[in-house]
């Protein structure tokens, strides 16, 4: 009798050990699912950023190609109307010019 | 007790202790990756905020660029009509000797280049003063200095510098579209007064004066 309860108390003990035995085999578990998550995530946000930094920087580049093109065009304006004075003036200009060359001022 | 209930209060205390071993290890597990998500997002906004200075960078850099291929093209223009109107100059040249300039007939122009070039050349001197007058093959062929001016020349002149000049029509000719070259007799000193000269040596304020006159109103 003594014997059977010993042997049911050593089995009870030996289910409480495998019971402890499977718990730190969750809890490494536990850790390296949480360890892959974060590599999950890591890798996840490398990913991110490679998009992001695409996003952004073809915004920027949009704007300053915007601004350049209003830039041109009145660049373009700017330099008819100077074409245009230029022409009218030309003539005057030649004068100013023959009288400082000629000495005549 | 009983050896039954001594095995469930084992296996009971076994389970808790199981539990508990678990329970902390997820604990630690959700703190660690609530630590990393935090980071993560740390590491993002640092990231998001490098890129956008990139990309404010980047679009200066185009917008700086365009503002001089802006500025390249009005210089671009402005330096076109300033050569159109020195060439432009040039071609007029042919006229003014013909129906003179401003009131200024073309001898009394040459007049006034080998007076200012001759009492550059008094300037210096306290005795008399010997120059020559070159001309181009043209001007001299034309006959726009004669005898009768150089005296007129030579009286003002001396009168004018307060030393008494002589002046001479050299035989030597000069490559020019016009102007003179005046050298003193013994060739010590020369005052080059031809038009592509004067065009170089009036060059820097010849240009503003072109650029105000052809850029008024702009």
């Known amino acids: 009798m003594a014997v059977e309860a010993l042997k049911i108390i050593r089995e009870g003990e030996e289910d409480g050990r495998k019971l402890l035995e499977e718990a730190k085999a969750s809890v490494a578990n536990i850790l390296n699912e949480a360890e892959q998550e974060v590599k999950r995530l890591k890798e996840s946000a490398r990913e991110d950023e490679k998009s992001i930094a695409s996003e952004i920087s073809a915004k920027y580049i949009q704007e300053g190609k915007k601004e350049e093109v209003a830039i041109m065009e009145t660049a373009d304006t700017e330099v008819e109307k100077l074409k245009a004075d230029a022409e009218a003036n030309l003539e005057s200009a030649v004068n100013v010019s023959l009288e400082l060359i000629l000495g005549v001022r | ?218």
């Open chain 2, 1 to 218: 007790m009983g050896a039954k209930e001594m095995v469930e209060k084992i296996k009971s205390e076994a389970n808790e202790a199981s539990e508990k071993i678990k329970s902390e290890a997820r604990e630690n597990a959700k703190q660690e990756l609530g630590r990393s998500i935090k980071e993560l997002e740390e590491e993002k906004k640092r990231f998001v905020e490098a890129e956008e200075r990139k990309g404010v960078e980047e679009k200066e850099r185009i917008v700086r660029a365009a503002r001089q291929k802006a500025r390249k093209l009005r210089w671009t223009v402005e330096e076109e009509m300033i050569e159109k109107t020195l060439d432009a100059t040039l071609k007029r040249i042919t006229s003014v000797k013909s129906e003179g300039f401003k009131g200024n007939s073309y001898p009394n122009i040459l007049g006034g280049l080998i007076k200012d070039s001759t009492i550059s050349i008094a300037a210096g001197s306290s005795a008399d003063v010997e120059v020559e007058v070159i001309l181009s093959e043209e001007d001299a062929a034309a006959s726009y200095i004669d005898k009768a001016m150089l005296k007129n020349l030579t009286d003002e002149i001396s009168n004018d510098s307060g030393v008494n000049v002589r002046l001479s029509l050299s035989d030597e000719r000069m490559k020019s579209a016009g102007g003179v070259i005046v050298r003193r007799k013994d060739g010590e000193i020369e005052v080059n007064n031809t038009l592509e000269q004067r065009m170089a040596r009036l060059s820097t304020s010849l240009r503003e004066e072109i650029m105000k006159t052809l850029f008024t109103g702009t």
